[in-house]
C-alpha cells in the first residue's frame, strides 16, 4: 500500500503463514456537537463519503451506528448499516455520549456502489479543553481474510477489543506518529490524544483461535506474531506426517503466560462494561467495589477524599497526614458482618505517613504487599484506635490502588485476599492499576456531575426566595421541583410581597428554556417584580413594566407570569395575567373552579396590553398558582392536567403543606415531565371587621394627641395593653410627621389585629422618610430612630394619593 496516499491512515498488522501484512484504518474525530471534525482519507475510502461532504456533518449520519434489528438495514446518504452478530455495543452507544470509557464492535454496511463490507471499529472518548470528543477508528474486516491482502489465514470469527497499555512496546511509536495521522490538529492536540489512548488501552483484533494481534501504523508485536507463524509452519509439518522438528515446537509457558493475559484483559473489560452504568456517584462506588469481588480479590475497601463526597470542587493539592479519607463502601467474601462494627461505612479517617495506603495517594503508584506481617498489621490497626483489625488483615496478601483523574489521587482501593489464596503479584499489580485507571475516571465523571448538580441546586435555591408561612391574612405553602433534564436548572420562580394595607402580592411566573441563561433572566424578573410591587403598581401597569423591560434586555426570552394581590380587608383578588395558565380557586367549601382570566401575551412580546380581574373570596378559599411543567405532559392535552390540578386542589388536606403534597403526587406520577416546577398556594384566611381600627386625622397638631389615646384606648379593648406604650409613642412620631407634612388631605391611620399587630400611616406627601443619625443639638431626624428601634419590623411605600409608613409589634392576644 502507498504511504504516500494514506499517511493519515493505521495499519493492522495480521498474522498467518509467517508474512505480515497491512489494512488500513479510517479515522473520525467527532466534536461536542456531535459533528465530524475530522475525515481521513481512509474514512473515505470505506464509507464512501468525501471529505468536504463528511466535515460539519452528524457523525450518526455518516458511521456505521446500528439499526433496530441486526437484519433490519437502516438506510443513509451515504449506504445502509446494521449490527452484526452482537459483538460490542452499537456505535451510537458512543456517538451520543452514553459510554464515558473505550468501547469496541463491528457493524455491517452496504454502500451504493460496492457489496456488503464488514467493519471493525473502536471509540475513544476525549477529556480535556478542546472540542473533541470521540475518536473513532475503522477497518474493514474482508482485508483480514484470505486475498484480503494481510496475509491472514482464515479465521471463523474477528472481533476488536482492547489491550493493556501497559504491555504496549508501541507507546513511543504511536506518540510519534499520531500527529502525522492527524495532521490537521495541532501537536498539542494530537499528543492529549495520544496520552487518552494509551491510557485507555490500545485497539486490537481478537480472532477465533484466541490470537490478539495489534492494530498499529507500524509497530506490533514481534515476538507474538513470530510464534503464530512458527505455529503454523508447525502444523503444516504435522499434517505430512513428519516430526515436528525443536525450533517450531510451542512453548508451553508462553501459551500460559498469554492464556493469563488474554484472561485479565477479559476480566477488565467485563469490569469496564459494569461500571459507569450511571452518573449517581454512590451508585459507581458499589459497582466498582462490586465488580472486583469475588474475581480479583476477596476483599475491596472504597475510601475517597472528603471533597469528593461532599459534592465539593476538584481537590487541590497532594495529601498529607491531615487529609481526612471516608470509607465509601466494604465488599467482601467473608461471613455477613464481620467487617461492618471493625470498619463502618461512613467512617472518616487520616492515615499515617509509615503506611502503605499514604505511599499509595501520595505517589499515584500501586503499592503491593504480598503478606501482612504482624509488624505492619499491627502498625495498620493502631490507627482503628479500641478497634481491633489484625484478625482480619494479618497474613493477607494486599494491594492498594490509586483512583486517579487527571493525575490527581481522588481515593483508592484497598484489595485484600485470604491466606490460602494465591498473593498478588506484578501481573495483578499492572491489572489493579488498569482497573483503578478505568474507575477513577467513571468516579470522576460522576463527581463532576455530582458537584455540577450540586452547583446548580445551590444557584436555584438561591434564587427562590423563602417565604414565611403566615402573611397578613393569609398562610402560604411553596414547592419547587427541578427539572429532569440534564442541569436541572430552569426559569420557574414564585414569591411573596408584603404590601401596604395588610395587603399581599403573589407572583408565579415562568422564563421559557432551561439552563443557566433561564435561570438567570428568571432572576431579573424576580428582582424587578419585587421592586415594582413595592412601589404598589397595580397589577396590569406591573406587567406592563415588566415587558418594558424585557425589550429593553433583549429579545432573546420569553416569560409568562402571573400577578394577583390579595386584600385580606376588603376579601378580594385583583390578578394580571401575562400568557400564563389559569390559577386555581378552591372555594371554602370544596368546589374548585380555573379562575377566567384574559390571558394576555407573554413577557418580551411587547405592544400588548395587560386587564386586571377582581374576584371576590370568602374566608377558608384557596388561591393555586403553578407553571406549567406541573400540568403539561408531552403527548396529552394540557386540558388534562388542568383538570387533574382542580380536582386535586380540592381534595381535603389537614395542612397546607399536605394540600401541596396532594397536587404534586396527582400530577407528577404520569410521567414525562422534564420541566421545572413552581406551586404556590394560598389560604385566604381574611381579617374580620373587629380586628381593624381606622382614624381620619386633621393636618392640625392637636390631632396627634387624639392619636395617642385612640390606639392606647384600642389596644386596651383587643387586649394588648401590654403593646400600648410602644405603639402610643411609635404613632406620635408617624403622625406628627405626616401632619408635619402633608399638603391637604386627612392623614389615615389604621391598626390592624393579627398573627402581629400592623399600624400604617398615610398621608398626600410623596417623599419617602429616611432614617438620619441626629446629633445632640438636633430638634428634628430622631422620630424613625425611635420607630426602627423599639419595632419588630417597619418601611415606607409610596401610594398612588402619597405615601404609607408602617410598622409592626409581636401580636399575642390575651
Same mark, same amino acid.
Not at 406 to 433: C, S
Not at 443 to 463: F, H, K
Not at 533 to 561: E, F, H, I, K, V
Not at 704 to 709: I, N, Q
Given at each position: 500500500?502507498?504511504?504516500?496516499?494514506?499517511?493519515?491512515?493505521?495499519?493492522?498488522?495480521?498474522?498467518?503463514?509467517?508474512?505480515?501484512?497491512?489494512?488500513?484504518?479510517?479515522?473520525?474525530?467527532?466534536?461536542?456537537?456531535?459533528?465530524?471534525?475530522?475525515?481521513?482519507?481512509? !474514512? @473515505? $475510502? %470505506?464509507?464512501?463519503?468525501?471529505?468536504?461532504?463528511?466535515? *460539519?456533518? =452528524? +457523525?450518526?449520519?455518516?458511521?456505521? #451506528?446500528?439499526?433496530?434489528?441486526?437484519?433490519?438495514?437502516?438506510?443513509?446518504?451515504?449506504?445502509?448499516?446494521?449490527?452484526?452478530?452482537?459483538?460490542?455495543?452499537?456505535?451510537?452507544?458512543?456517538?451520543?455520549?452514553?459510554?464515558?470509557?473505550?468501547?469496541?464492535?463491528?457493524?455491517?454496511?452496504?454502500?451504493?456502489?460496492?457489496?456488503?463490507?464488514?467493519?471493525?471499529?473502536?471509540?475513544?472518548?476525549?477529556?480535556?479543553?478542546?472540542?473533541?470528543?470521540?475518536?473513532?477508528?475503522?477497518?474493514?474486516?474482508?482485508?483480514?481474510?484470505?486475498?484480503?491482502?494481510?496475509?491472514?489465514?482464515?479465521?471463523?470469527?474477528?472481533?476488536?477489543?482492547?489491550?493493556?497499555?501497559?504491555?504496549?512496546?508501541?507507546?513511543?511509536?504511536? !506518540? @510519534? $506518529? %499520531?500527529?502525522?495521522?492527524?495532521?490537521?490538529?495541532?501537536? *498539542?492536540? =494530537? +499528543?492529549?490524544?495520544?496520552?487518552? #489512548?494509551?491510557?485507555?488501552?490500545?485497539?486490537?483484533?481478537?480472532?477465533?483461535?484466541?490470537?490478539?494481534?495489534?492494530?498499529?501504523?507500524?509497530?506490533?508485536?514481534?515476538?507474538?506474531?513470530?510464534?503464530?507463524?512458527?505455529?503454523?509452519?508447525?502444523?503444516?509439518?504435522?499434517?505430512?506426517?513428519?516430526?515436528?522438528?525443536?525450533?517450531?515446537?510451542?512453548?508451553?509457558?508462553?501459551?500460559?503466560?498469554?492464556?493469563?493475559?488474554?484472561?485479565?484483559?477479559?476480566?477488565?473489560?467485563?469490569?469496564?462494561?459494569?461500571?459507569?452504568?450511571?452518573?449517581?456517584?454512590?451508585?459507581?462506588?458499589?459497582?466498582?467495589?462490586?465488580?472486583?469481588?469475588?474475581?480479583?480479590?476477596?476483599?475491596?475497601?472504597?475510601?475517597?477524599?472528603?471533597?469528593?463526597?461532599?459534592?465539593?470542587?476538584?481537590?487541590?493539592?497532594?495529601?498529607?497526614?491531615?487529609?481526612?479519607?471516608?470509607?465509601?463502601?466494604?465488599?467482601?467474601?467473608?461471613?455477613?458482618?464481620?467487617?461492618?462494627?471493625?470498619?463502618?461505612?461512613?467512617?472518616?479517617?487520616?492515615?499515617?505517613?509509615?503506611?502503605?495506603?499514604?505511599?499509595?495517594?501520595?505517589?499515584?503508584?500501586?503499592?503491593?504487599?504480598?503478606?501482612?506481617?504482624?509488624?505492619?498489621?499491627?502498625?495498620?490497626?493502631?490507627?482503628?484506635?479500641?478497634?481491633?483489625?489484625?484478625?482480619?488483615?494479618?497474613?493477607?496478601?494486599?494491594?492498594?490502588?490509586?483512583?486517579?483523574?487527571?493525575?490527581?489521587?481522588?481515593?483508592?482501593?484497598?484489595?485484600?485476599?485470604?491466606?490460602?489464596?494465591?498473593?498478588?503479584?506484578?501481573?495483578?499489580?499492572?491489572?489493579?492499576?488498569?482497573?483503578?485507571?478505568?474507575?477513577?475516571?467513571?468516579?470522576?465523571?460522576?463527581?463532576?456531575?455530582?458537584?455540577?448538580?450540586?452547583?446548580?441546586?445551590?444557584?436555584?435555591?438561591?434564587?427562590?426566595?423563602?417565604?414565611?408561612?403566615?402573611?397578613?391574612?393569609?398562610?402560604?405553602?411553596?414547592?419547587?421541583?427541578?427539572?429532569?433534564?440534564?442541569?436541572?436548572?430552569?426559569?420557574?420562580?414564585?414569591?411573596?410581597?408584603?404590601?401596604?394595607?395588610?395587603?399581599?402580592?403573589?407572583?408565579?411566573?415562568?422564563?421559557?428554556?432551561?439552563?443557566?441563561?433561564?435561570?438567570?433572566?428568571?432572576?431579573?424578573?424576580?428582582?424587578?417584580?419585587?421592586?415594582?410591587?413595592?412601589?404598589?403598581?397595580?397589577?396590569?401597569?406591573?406587567?406592563?413594566?415588566?415587558?418594558?423591560?424585557?425589550?429593553?434586555?433583549?429579545?432573546?426570552?420569553?416569560?409568562?407570569?402571573?400577578?394577583?394581590?390579595?386584600?385580606?380587608?376588603?376579601?378580594?383578588?385583583?390578578?394580571?395575567?401575562?400568557?400564563?395558565?389559569?390559577?386555581?380557586?378552591?372555594?371554602?367549601?370544596?368546589?374548585?373552579?380555573?379562575?377566567?382570566?384574559?390571558?394576555?401575551?407573554?413577557?418580551?412580546?411587547?405592544?400588548?396590553?395587560?386587564?386586571?380581574?377582581?374576584?371576590?373570596?370568602?374566608?377558608?378559599?384557596?388561591?393555586?398558582?403553578?407553571?406549567?411543567?406541573?400540568?403539561?405532559?408531552?403527548?396529552?392535552?394540557?386540558?388534562?392536567?388542568?383538570?387533574?390540578?382542580?380536582?386535586?386542589?380540592?381534595?381535603?388536606?389537614?395542612?397546607?403543606?399536605?394540600?401541596?403534597?396532594?397536587?404534586?403526587?396527582?400530577?407528577?406520577?404520569?410521567?414525562?415531565?422534564?420541566?421545572?416546577?413552581?406551586?404556590?398556594?394560598?389560604?385566604?384566611?381574611?381579617?374580620?371587621?373587629?380586628?381593624?381600627?381606622?382614624?381620619?386625622?386633621?393636618?392640625?397638631?392637636?390631632?396627634?394627641?387624639?392619636?395617642?389615646?385612640?390606639?392606647?384606648?384600642?389596644?386596651?379593648?383587643?387586649?394588648?395593653?401590654?403593646?400600648?406604650?410602644?405603639?402610643?409613642?411609635?404613632?406620635?412620631?408617624?403622625?406628627?410627621?405626616?401632619?408635619?407634612?402633608?399638603?391637604?388631605?386627612?392623614?389615615?391611620?389604621?391598626?390592624?389585629?393579627?398573627?402581629?399587630?400592623?399600624?400604617?400611616?398615610?398621608?398626600?406627601?410623596?417623599?419617602?422618610?429616611?432614617?438620619?443619625?441626629?446629633?445632640?443639638?438636633?430638634?428634628?431626624?430622631?422620630?424613625?430612630?425611635?420607630?426602627?428601634?423599639?419595632?419588630?419590623?417597619?418601611?415606607?411605600?409610596?401610594?398612588?394619593?402619597?405615601?404609607?409608613?408602617?410598622?409592626?409589634?409581636?401580636?399575642?392576644?390575651?
Amino acid at each position: 500500500m502507498d504511504r504516500g496516499t494514506e499517511r493519515d491512515a493505521p495499519f493492522s498488522r495480521g498474522a498467518g503463514d509467517g508474512a505480515a501484512g497491512r489494512i488500513p484504518l479510517a479515522v473520525v474525530v467527532v466534536d461536542r456537537d456531535g459533528l465530524v471534525s475530522h475525515w481521513s482519507t481512509g !474514512a @473515505r $475510502r %470505506l464509507f464512501g463519503a468525501a471529505k468536504e461532504e463528511a466535515i *460539519g456533518r =452528524s +457523525a450518526l449520519d455518516l458511521l456505521p #451506528v446500528t439499526g433496530a434489528l441486526p437484519d433490519d438495514d437502516e438506510i443513509t446518504p451515504y449506504g445502509a448499516y446494521a449490527g452484526y452478530d452482537d459483538v460490542g455495543p452499537g456505535l451510537e452507544s458512543s456517538l451520543d455520549g452514553r459510554l464515558n470509557y473505550p468501547a469496541a464492535g463491528r457493524a455491517r454496511i452496504t454502500a451504493p456502489d460496492r457489496d456488503r463490507v464488514d467493519v471493525l471499529w473502536w471509540a475513544y472518548p476525549l477529556v480535556g479543553p478542546g472540542s473533541e470528543r470521540l475518536l473513532v477508528l475503522a477497518a474493514d474486516a474482508d482485508r483480514l481474510g484470505p486475498g484480503g491482502g494481510a496475509g491472514t489465514a482464515a479465521f471463523e470469527r474477528i472481533a476488536p477489543g482492547f489491550a493493556l497499555h501497559t504491555d504496549f512496546p508501541g507507546a513511543d511509536e504511536l !506518540a @510519534r $506518529r %499520531l500527529p502525522e495521522i492527524l495532521p490537521s490538529m495541532s501537536v *498539542g492536540e =494530537s +499528543a492529549r490524544i495520544v496520552a487518552q #489512548v494509551l491510557e485507555l488501552g490500545y485497539p486490537i483484533l481478537e480472532f477465533s483461535q484466541n490470537n490478539r494481534v495489534p492494530v498499529t501504523p507500524d509497530w506490533g508485536v514481534a515476538r507474538r506474531t513470530e510464534r503464530l507463524a512458527r505455529r503454523a509452519r508447525a502444523d503444516r509439518v504435522a499434517a505430512q506426517g513428519l516430526p515436528v522438528p525443536a525450533e517450531l515446537a510451542d512453548e508451553d509457558g508462553e501459551d500460559l503466560e498469554y492464556a493469563a493475559v488474554r484472561e485479565r484483559l477479559e476480566f477488565l473489560n467485563e469490569v469496564s462494561g459494569r461500571i459507569g452504568t450511571s452518573l449517581d456517584l454512590s451508585r459507581t462506588i458499589t459497582e466498582v467495589s462490586r465488580a472486583v469481588v469475588p474475581r480479583f480479590t476477596d476483599v475491596a475497601g472504597t475510601y475517597l477524599r472528603e471533597q469528593v463526597v461532599a459534592g465539593e470542587g476538584f481537590p487541590d493539592g497532594v495529601p498529607d497526614t491531615t487529609t481526612m479519607w471516608h470509607r465509601v463502601a466494604v465488599e467482601h467474601t467473608d461471613e455477613p458482618g464481620r467487617w461492618d462494627d471493625v470498619v463502618p461505612v461512613g467512617e472518616a479517617m487520616p492515615f499515617p505517613a509509615h503506611t502503605p495506603f499514604f505511599q499509595c495517594m501520595t505517589t499515584g503508584e500501586p503499592v503491593l504487599v504480598p503478606r501482612i506481617s504482624e509488624e505492619m498489621g499491627h502498625a495498620i490497626a493502631s490507627q482503628f484506635e479500641k478497634r481491633d483489625i489484625r484478625p482480619l488483615i494479618n497474613n493477607r496478601s494486599m494491594l492498594v490502588v490509586p483512583l486517579k483523574a487527571r493525575n490527581v489521587v481522588l481515593g483508592f482501593m484497598i484489595l485484600l485476599r485470604h491466606p490460602e489464596r494465591a498473593e498478588f503479584n506484578d501481573m495483578d499489580r499492572v491489572t489493579g492499576a488498569e482497573l483503578a485507571a478505568r474507575a477513577g475516571l467513571v468516579l470522576d465523571n460522576a463527581r463532576m456531575y455530582t458537584y455540577q448538580e450540586s452547583v446548580a441546586e445551590t444557584l436555584q435555591d438561591s434564587m427562590l426566595p423563602h417565604i414565611p408561612p403566615r402573611m397578613a391574612g393569609c398562610d402560604i405553602a411553596t414547592r419547587y421541583l427541578p427539572g429532569t433534564l440534564l442541569g436541572r436548572v430552569g426559569g420557574d420562580w414564585f414569591d411573596c410581597v408584603k404590601l401596604p394595607g395588610a395587603r399581599t402580592a403573589l407572583v408565579v411566573g415562568d422564563v421559557m428554556g432551561h439552563g443557566l441563561n433561564s435561570a438567570a433572566m428568571m432572576g431579573q424578573f424576580r428582582t424587578a417584580v419585587q421592586t415594582m410591587a413595592a412601589l404598589d403598581l397595580p397589577p396590569a401597569q406591573l406587567l406592563r413594566n415588566l415587558d418594558d423591560l424585557a425589550q429593553r434586555l433583549g429579545d432573546s426570552y420569553l416569560a409568562t407570569c402571573l400577578y394577583a394581590v390579595y386584600d385580606p380587608i376588603e376579601s378580594e383578588l385583583l390578578i394580571a395575567n401575562a400568557g400564563h395558565i389559569p390559577p386555581v380557586l378552591v372555594r371554602a367549601d370544596g368546589r374548585s373552579e380555573l379562575l377566567d382570566l384574559p390571558t394576555g401575551a407573554p413577557i418580551g412580546v411587547g405592544g400588548v396590553p395587560f386587564e386586571a380581574v377582581r374576584v371576590r373570596v370568602e374566608a377558608g378559599d384557596r388561591l393555586v398558582m403553578c407553571t406549567d411543567g406541573l400540568v403539561e405532559v408531552r403527548g396529552e392535552d394540557i386540558g388534562v392536567g388542568l383538570a387533574t390540578l382542580c380536582e386535586s386542589a380540592a381534595h381535603p388536606a389537614a395542612s397546607m403543606d399536605d394540600a401541596c403534597d396532594t397536587i404534586i403526587r396527582a400530577l407528577n406520577t404520569r410521567g414525562g415531565r422534564k420541566d421545572d416546577v413552581a406551586l404556590l398556594m394560598a389560604r385566604l384566611n381574611g381579617i374580620a371587621p373587629e380586628d381593624v381600627a381606622e382614624w381620619r386625622l386633621g393636618l392640625a397638631p392637636a390631632e396627634v394627641g387624639r392619636a395617642r389615646a385612640a390606639v392606647r384606648e384600642q389596644l386596651h379593648a383587643w387586649g394588648l395593653a401590654r403593646l400600648a406604650d410602644s405603639a402610643e409613642l411609635m404613632v406620635s412620631e408617624l403622625v406628627t410627621n405626616a401632619v408635619r407634612h402633608s399638603h391637604s388631605r386627612p392623614v389615615q391611620l389604621r391598626l390592624v389585629r393579627g398573627a402581629t399587630l400592623l399600624c400604617e400611616v398615610d398621608d398626600d406627601d410623596h417623599t419617602l422618610p429616611t432614617l438620619l443619625s441626629a446629633g445632640p443639638d438636633d430638634e428634628t431626624g430622631r422620630g424613625l430612630r425611635v420607630v426602627s428601634t423599639l419595632a419588630r419590623e417597619w418601611g415606607t411605600s409610596r401610594t398612588t394619593a402619597g405615601k404609607t409608613v408602617w410598622f409592626e409589634l409581636t401580636s399575642r392576644r390575651g
